[in-house]
């Protein structure tokens, strides 16, 4: 057989693979696994570490200060006796209770306001542009600071400041998106049928850029764990001495050459769960995209 023949041959079994088949590939990816598996985890600890942990987060273990990981404590021990898995346990509590929410309201405030942007354009839609994109070309850590530097760096603070950093890069993503759907034939026939704005926007185009907006909000959520762990490694975070993460790896700095463990894992948490999600991210982009 030529090489042409088989190239071929090639082609045709992959034009002739299934939907179902092909779906099945998709979600048995070792990287989408090992991804969902890792974000479960992480889940699982937030919701109940209590159950998890093998000691009390703030409690000083017999052992002594800064013991090596081991049988008995898998992850060592910190300066303080405390045994470092079960504070990285706890740790991720505040962390899967902040950058969601975080998350939530700036994807429901971004679409609405996108959607809204997309549909009706003009003046408005020209003057909001500008007004979003100078708040979203600065840093999300950028508006967070000031403000949690003023006012104090309680969850509701950290939810509020991180859904406005985020809101305008959702809202331009849906924008761009809903300038593209209003164009298309379902919607001149939603407007030959006499239906309002409301139907058109909620009915007709939102679930057509639904693929999108999850995508966004999927990337958002990594830049949100990611910005909680800076501010509490910066100390507009969590205070001194909790099992955050962010405020684990900054308590723990000094001893990284000595105790590199009290940093490693906190550190590697993080960037588990950012890595993890991103992937995610990327999976729904791919299936979504044309």
Known sequence: MSLESALVGQDVAVASTSPVTRRRRRWTRPTLLGSSVVIVIWIAAAIRWEWIAPFGPSEAQSGGRF??????????????GR???????AGSRPVLTVAPLAVLLATIGGTVLGLILGYFGGLVDGVAMRLLEAIAILPPLFPA????????SSDTVLILVLAFSFTPI????????????REKPFV???????????YILGREILPNIAGAVVVEATVRLADAVFALATLAFIGLGAQPGSPDWGAQVADN???LQNAWWTVLF??????????????????????KAP
Do not use: K
């Open 67 to 80: 013991v090596g990981p081991g049988t008995e404590h898998l992850f060592g021990t910190d300066g303080f």
């Open 83 to 89: 045994d470092v898995l079960s504070r990285v346990l």
């Open 145 to 152: 600071i000031l403000v949690v530097a003023l006012l104090g």
């Open 170 to 181: 959702v809202a331009w993503t849906v924008r761009a998106a809903t300038l593209v759907e």
């Open 188 to 198: 001149e026939a939603a407007h030959l049928r006499g239906e309002g704005a409301g």
């Open 253 to 255: 700095r000094v001893n």
């Open 266 to 287: 906190p550190a590697g948490a993080v960037a588990s769960l950012v890595i993890a999600v991103s992937l995610v991210a990327d999976h729904i982009r791919e299936w």
